[in-house]
């Protein structure tokens, strides 16, 4: 397949997607063979681009998981222990992160009003309504997909005692995707020149007796 026709491939999936952008990389034996980017990061203000930071969202999950795992794998948590060994007093104590990890505690998907709002929840907020929560599942039941669940881990990992919470993503562990520079902020538009001012106008005729 020549490079234009995956180039049309790349817009085509932007429209049937109805995406506001789209990046897609191929490559082969460790090098970047091609590449292409359609659309904007930020409608009207930042297009589309390799070196655009974006907004990651459930791939957070992954950083999470890998870092539970690795407290694991330093005999800092054990996964069968019940959220109530480092979130003290919740009503869900007896969840344990293994459940949690797997998306089978149960836990209701979401928290809050943050999709309806766009408003994250800060910390206090979060650990509030999980007491609130429901567990609409009893414990492995089913999958039950949870982002609730993923948060209450993300605050597993700084009670967890010498936790490397203060640099979490300061480990080896993303260096050999060649992630060199990363940056938990997404890219944001250049700044704007302002407007130039209006010509002046010109002044209004006289009136002749």
């Not at 969202?57 to 998981?65: C, E, L, M, R, V």
């Amino acid at each position: 397949m020549t490079n234009e026709a995956l180039d049309r491939k790349v817009a085509d999936a932007q429209r049937d997607w109805k995406a506001p952008s789209v990046v897609a990389v191929l490559v082969r034996d460790g090098e970047v063979t091609w590449s292409c980017s359609v659309g904007s990061a930020v409608l009207g203000t930042l297009p589309a681009g390799l070196d655009v930071a974006y907004r990651i969202g459930s791939i957070t999950k992954t950083f999470t998981a890998v870092m539970i795992q690795q407290l694991r794998d330093e005999g800092l948590v054990d996964l069968d222990a019940g959220l109530d060994t480092y979130l003290a007093s919740s009503k869900h104590g007896r969840v344990t992160l293994r459940r949690l990890l797997g998306h089978a505690s149960g836990l209701q998907r979401e928290v809050g009003d943050m999709w309806m709002t766009f408003t994250e929840p800060s910390r206090d907020d979060l650990m509030a309504e999980l007491e609130r929560s429901e567990q609409v599942l009893p414990a492995h039941l089913a999958h039950h997909y949870s982002n609730l669940a993923y948060a209450v881990l993300g605050e597993v990992i700084p009670r967890v005692p010498d936790s490397p919470s203060e640099q979490p993503l300061q480990t080896p562990r993303p260096h050999p995707l060649g992630t060199t520079a990363p940056d938990p902020r997404p890219s944001t538009p250049p700044p704007q020149a302002p407007p130039p001012p209006p010509p002046p106008h010109p002044p209004a005729p006289r009136a002749h007796p």
